[in-house]
Each structure stands twice: as C-alpha cells, then as structure tokens.
C-alpha cells in the first residue's frame, strides 16, 4: 500500500530536505500544493484530510493552525516545530532515546520532532541520569555550535551573500539564557532545573556539536570517566538506532570533533573525555543538524510509523 504524505511547509529549509530525501521512494505518494495556493486555508486543509501522515514544517502558531485544521481521525501527524515537544499527548521523536522510544513513536498518531540541540544533550545526560551516576538537581552546562542552517532561510541567504572569509568564524548567541530548546532539553534529559545553555552559529552551513562540561568533585568517587563511559555505552544499541558511542581513550584533541564530520548522514556519535585526577569530565556529541537534528529525524520517524526499515533514505556513514 502506497502510503500519502503531505510536507505542509515544503518550501522550508527542513521541507526542502525532507522532501530530497523522499522523492526517490516508491512506497509513498508525495502530496503538494501549488505555489500560488499555499496560504489557501482550503487547500492545506484539503491535503491535510487526504494525508495518512502529515509533516509540518511550519513556526509554531502555523503548526498549531494546521493541526486544528486536521478532521479526519486517520490523519497521522509529524511536526517539526516546538509546539509540542513537551506536550503529554505527543510522542517525542527521538527513537533512540530509551529502549522503547522506537515503539511509540511507531504506534503514535501524534509526533513532536525533536530540537537540533537537545537531542545531542539528552543522548549524553539521561543515561547517566537514569543510572544514578548524576543527581537530576546537578547545574548542567551546555555549551554547543551549530551550522547556520540551523537559522532557517533568512540566515542561510545573508551568509551565502557574504564573500568568502567575510562571515564571523563563531558567534555566540540566546545571551539572555532563554532558549527555545530548553524545555525539552530538560524534560527529556530528566533535569530538575533547567541548564546554563550556550549554544553560537559557526560560518558554515551544516553540521553540530553540543559539549555537557561536568565538575565531579563533589559526586562519589566512583563516578569517573570510565563509568560515565559505561553507562552511556550500555544504554544504546547501535544495531537498533543511529546513536553510537565513540571508544573511551585519553586524548588531547580529536580531529572527529569537527561538528561537520557526520553531514549528510543521520548518524549521531557520542564522547566521554575525561581526568579524573582532576574531576574533570566533557560530554559530547556530534551530528548533522539537517540530518538526526531534523529532516532526518523526521525521516526516521516516517519510517516508524509506516513500519518499513528505520534506515530507509536515510545514510548512517559520511561519504
């Protein structure tokens, strides 16, 4: 059975991609709306109703106007926005983020894509969280770098205005510590309090890096790199997901740090760098924020629901 989907914000950066990576398939029939029609209520509820699942790709009042628009109970639905990302009534849509993740996303008629940034954080805190190894209450740092993608059209238009070298290499930015991505990136991660989240725009255009610096003075003794290692490891099945754990070594620098090393694909790797002489440990992650951080997320999550391979048009290996 050829499954219809409808991408209701195609034109965006994550529709554009979303719809890239769908084109080729056979499985499912692409719906769309002529340009001219598309702020036409009628016709995007039109599309809406004939969708089995419907991907928004839309700021969230525009989400939130085209889920009221949807009548008919059969109508599946994947939004990218931050809508409803901590909604009770939403699945979440990391797959990998508990062992049962997968499954309820797949049996859900509701989806809430996740943020580019808080599924690198979640990746690395929940687990040890979870295992007792971090108190919830603990004063999590994130500092972390993105693409400017990640901006949306506007800003990818005024950096690729600019002539080479004329962009900032690195600038910081929600200096008012009010980001969009903290709910969920607290919800989800299991913190009692919100963290310090300091993310910047690179001068390039895809691919993300989120760094958890943590201070362990004060936990157990037996809280150290190795086994904040371990129970990162434990908790994902790479034969199961996207997500890998990177082998545990002392070293001083690693040239795969680089936030662009994984574009182009929808895999996410995690670090532990550590000196437990000195306390002192990094959590990392690095994935494309086009990719695991959105449309292929996204992506995933079509695969979920439909039932068919998670992998499905999506790469797990850099070119």
Not at 88 to 108: C, H, K, R
Request: hydrophobic share 45%.
């Amino acid at each position: 059975m050829v499954a219809k989907i409808f991408i209701d914000g195609e034109a965006g950066t994550t529709g554009l991609e979303i719809r890239e990576r769908l084109a080729p398939r056979r499985d499912i029939e692409l719906m769309s709306i002529a340009d001219d029609r598309r702020k036409d209520l009628g016709a995007r509820r039109d599309m809406l109703n004939a969708a089995d699942i419907a991907i928004l790709c839309l700021p969230d009042d525009a989400a939130k106007q085209s889920v009221s628009l949807i009548e008919n109970p059969e109508t599946r639905v994947i939004d990218a926005s931050t809508a409803y990302r901590v909604d009770p009534d939403w699945a979440y849509g990391f797959a990998e983020m508990t062992a049962d993740q997968a499954s309820v996303i797949a049996a859900s008629k509701r989806v809430a894509n996740p943020g580019c940034y808080p599924q690198g954080v979640i990746a690395c805190v929940r687990p040890l969280i979870e295992a007792g190894l971090l108190p919830a209450d603990y004063p999590f740092t994130v500092n972390a770098i993105s693409g400017y993608s990640g901006g949306g059209r506007k800003m990818i238009e005024d950096y690729e205005a600019m002539a080479p070298g004329e962009a900032p290499p690195w600038i910081p930015y929600a200096l008012g510590f009010g980001h969009k991505h903290l709910p969920e990136m607290r919800s989800y991660s299991c913190m009692d309090i919100d963290p310090l989240f300091q993310p910047a725009v690179g001068a390039y255009k895809q691919g993300m890096v989120t760094m958890v610096p943590l201070q362990l003075g004060n936990l157990p003794a037996s809280v150290t790199g190795k086994t904040l290692h371990a129970a990162i490891s434990d908790w994902f099945d790479p034969a199961s997901g996207f997500v890998e754990v990177a082998d545990y070594a002392a070293v001083e620098k690693v040239p795969e740090l680089d936030p662009r090393t994984l574009n182009g694909t929808n895999a996410m790797r995690l670090y532990v760098f550590a000196n437990d002489a000195r306390r002192q440990v990094v959590l990392a992650a690095v994935y494309d924020n086009l990719g695991k951080g959105a449309s292929g997320a996204a992506v995933q999550n079509l695969n979920l629901m439909l039932g068919c391979d998670a992998r499905k048009s999506l790469a797990q290996e850099a070119a």
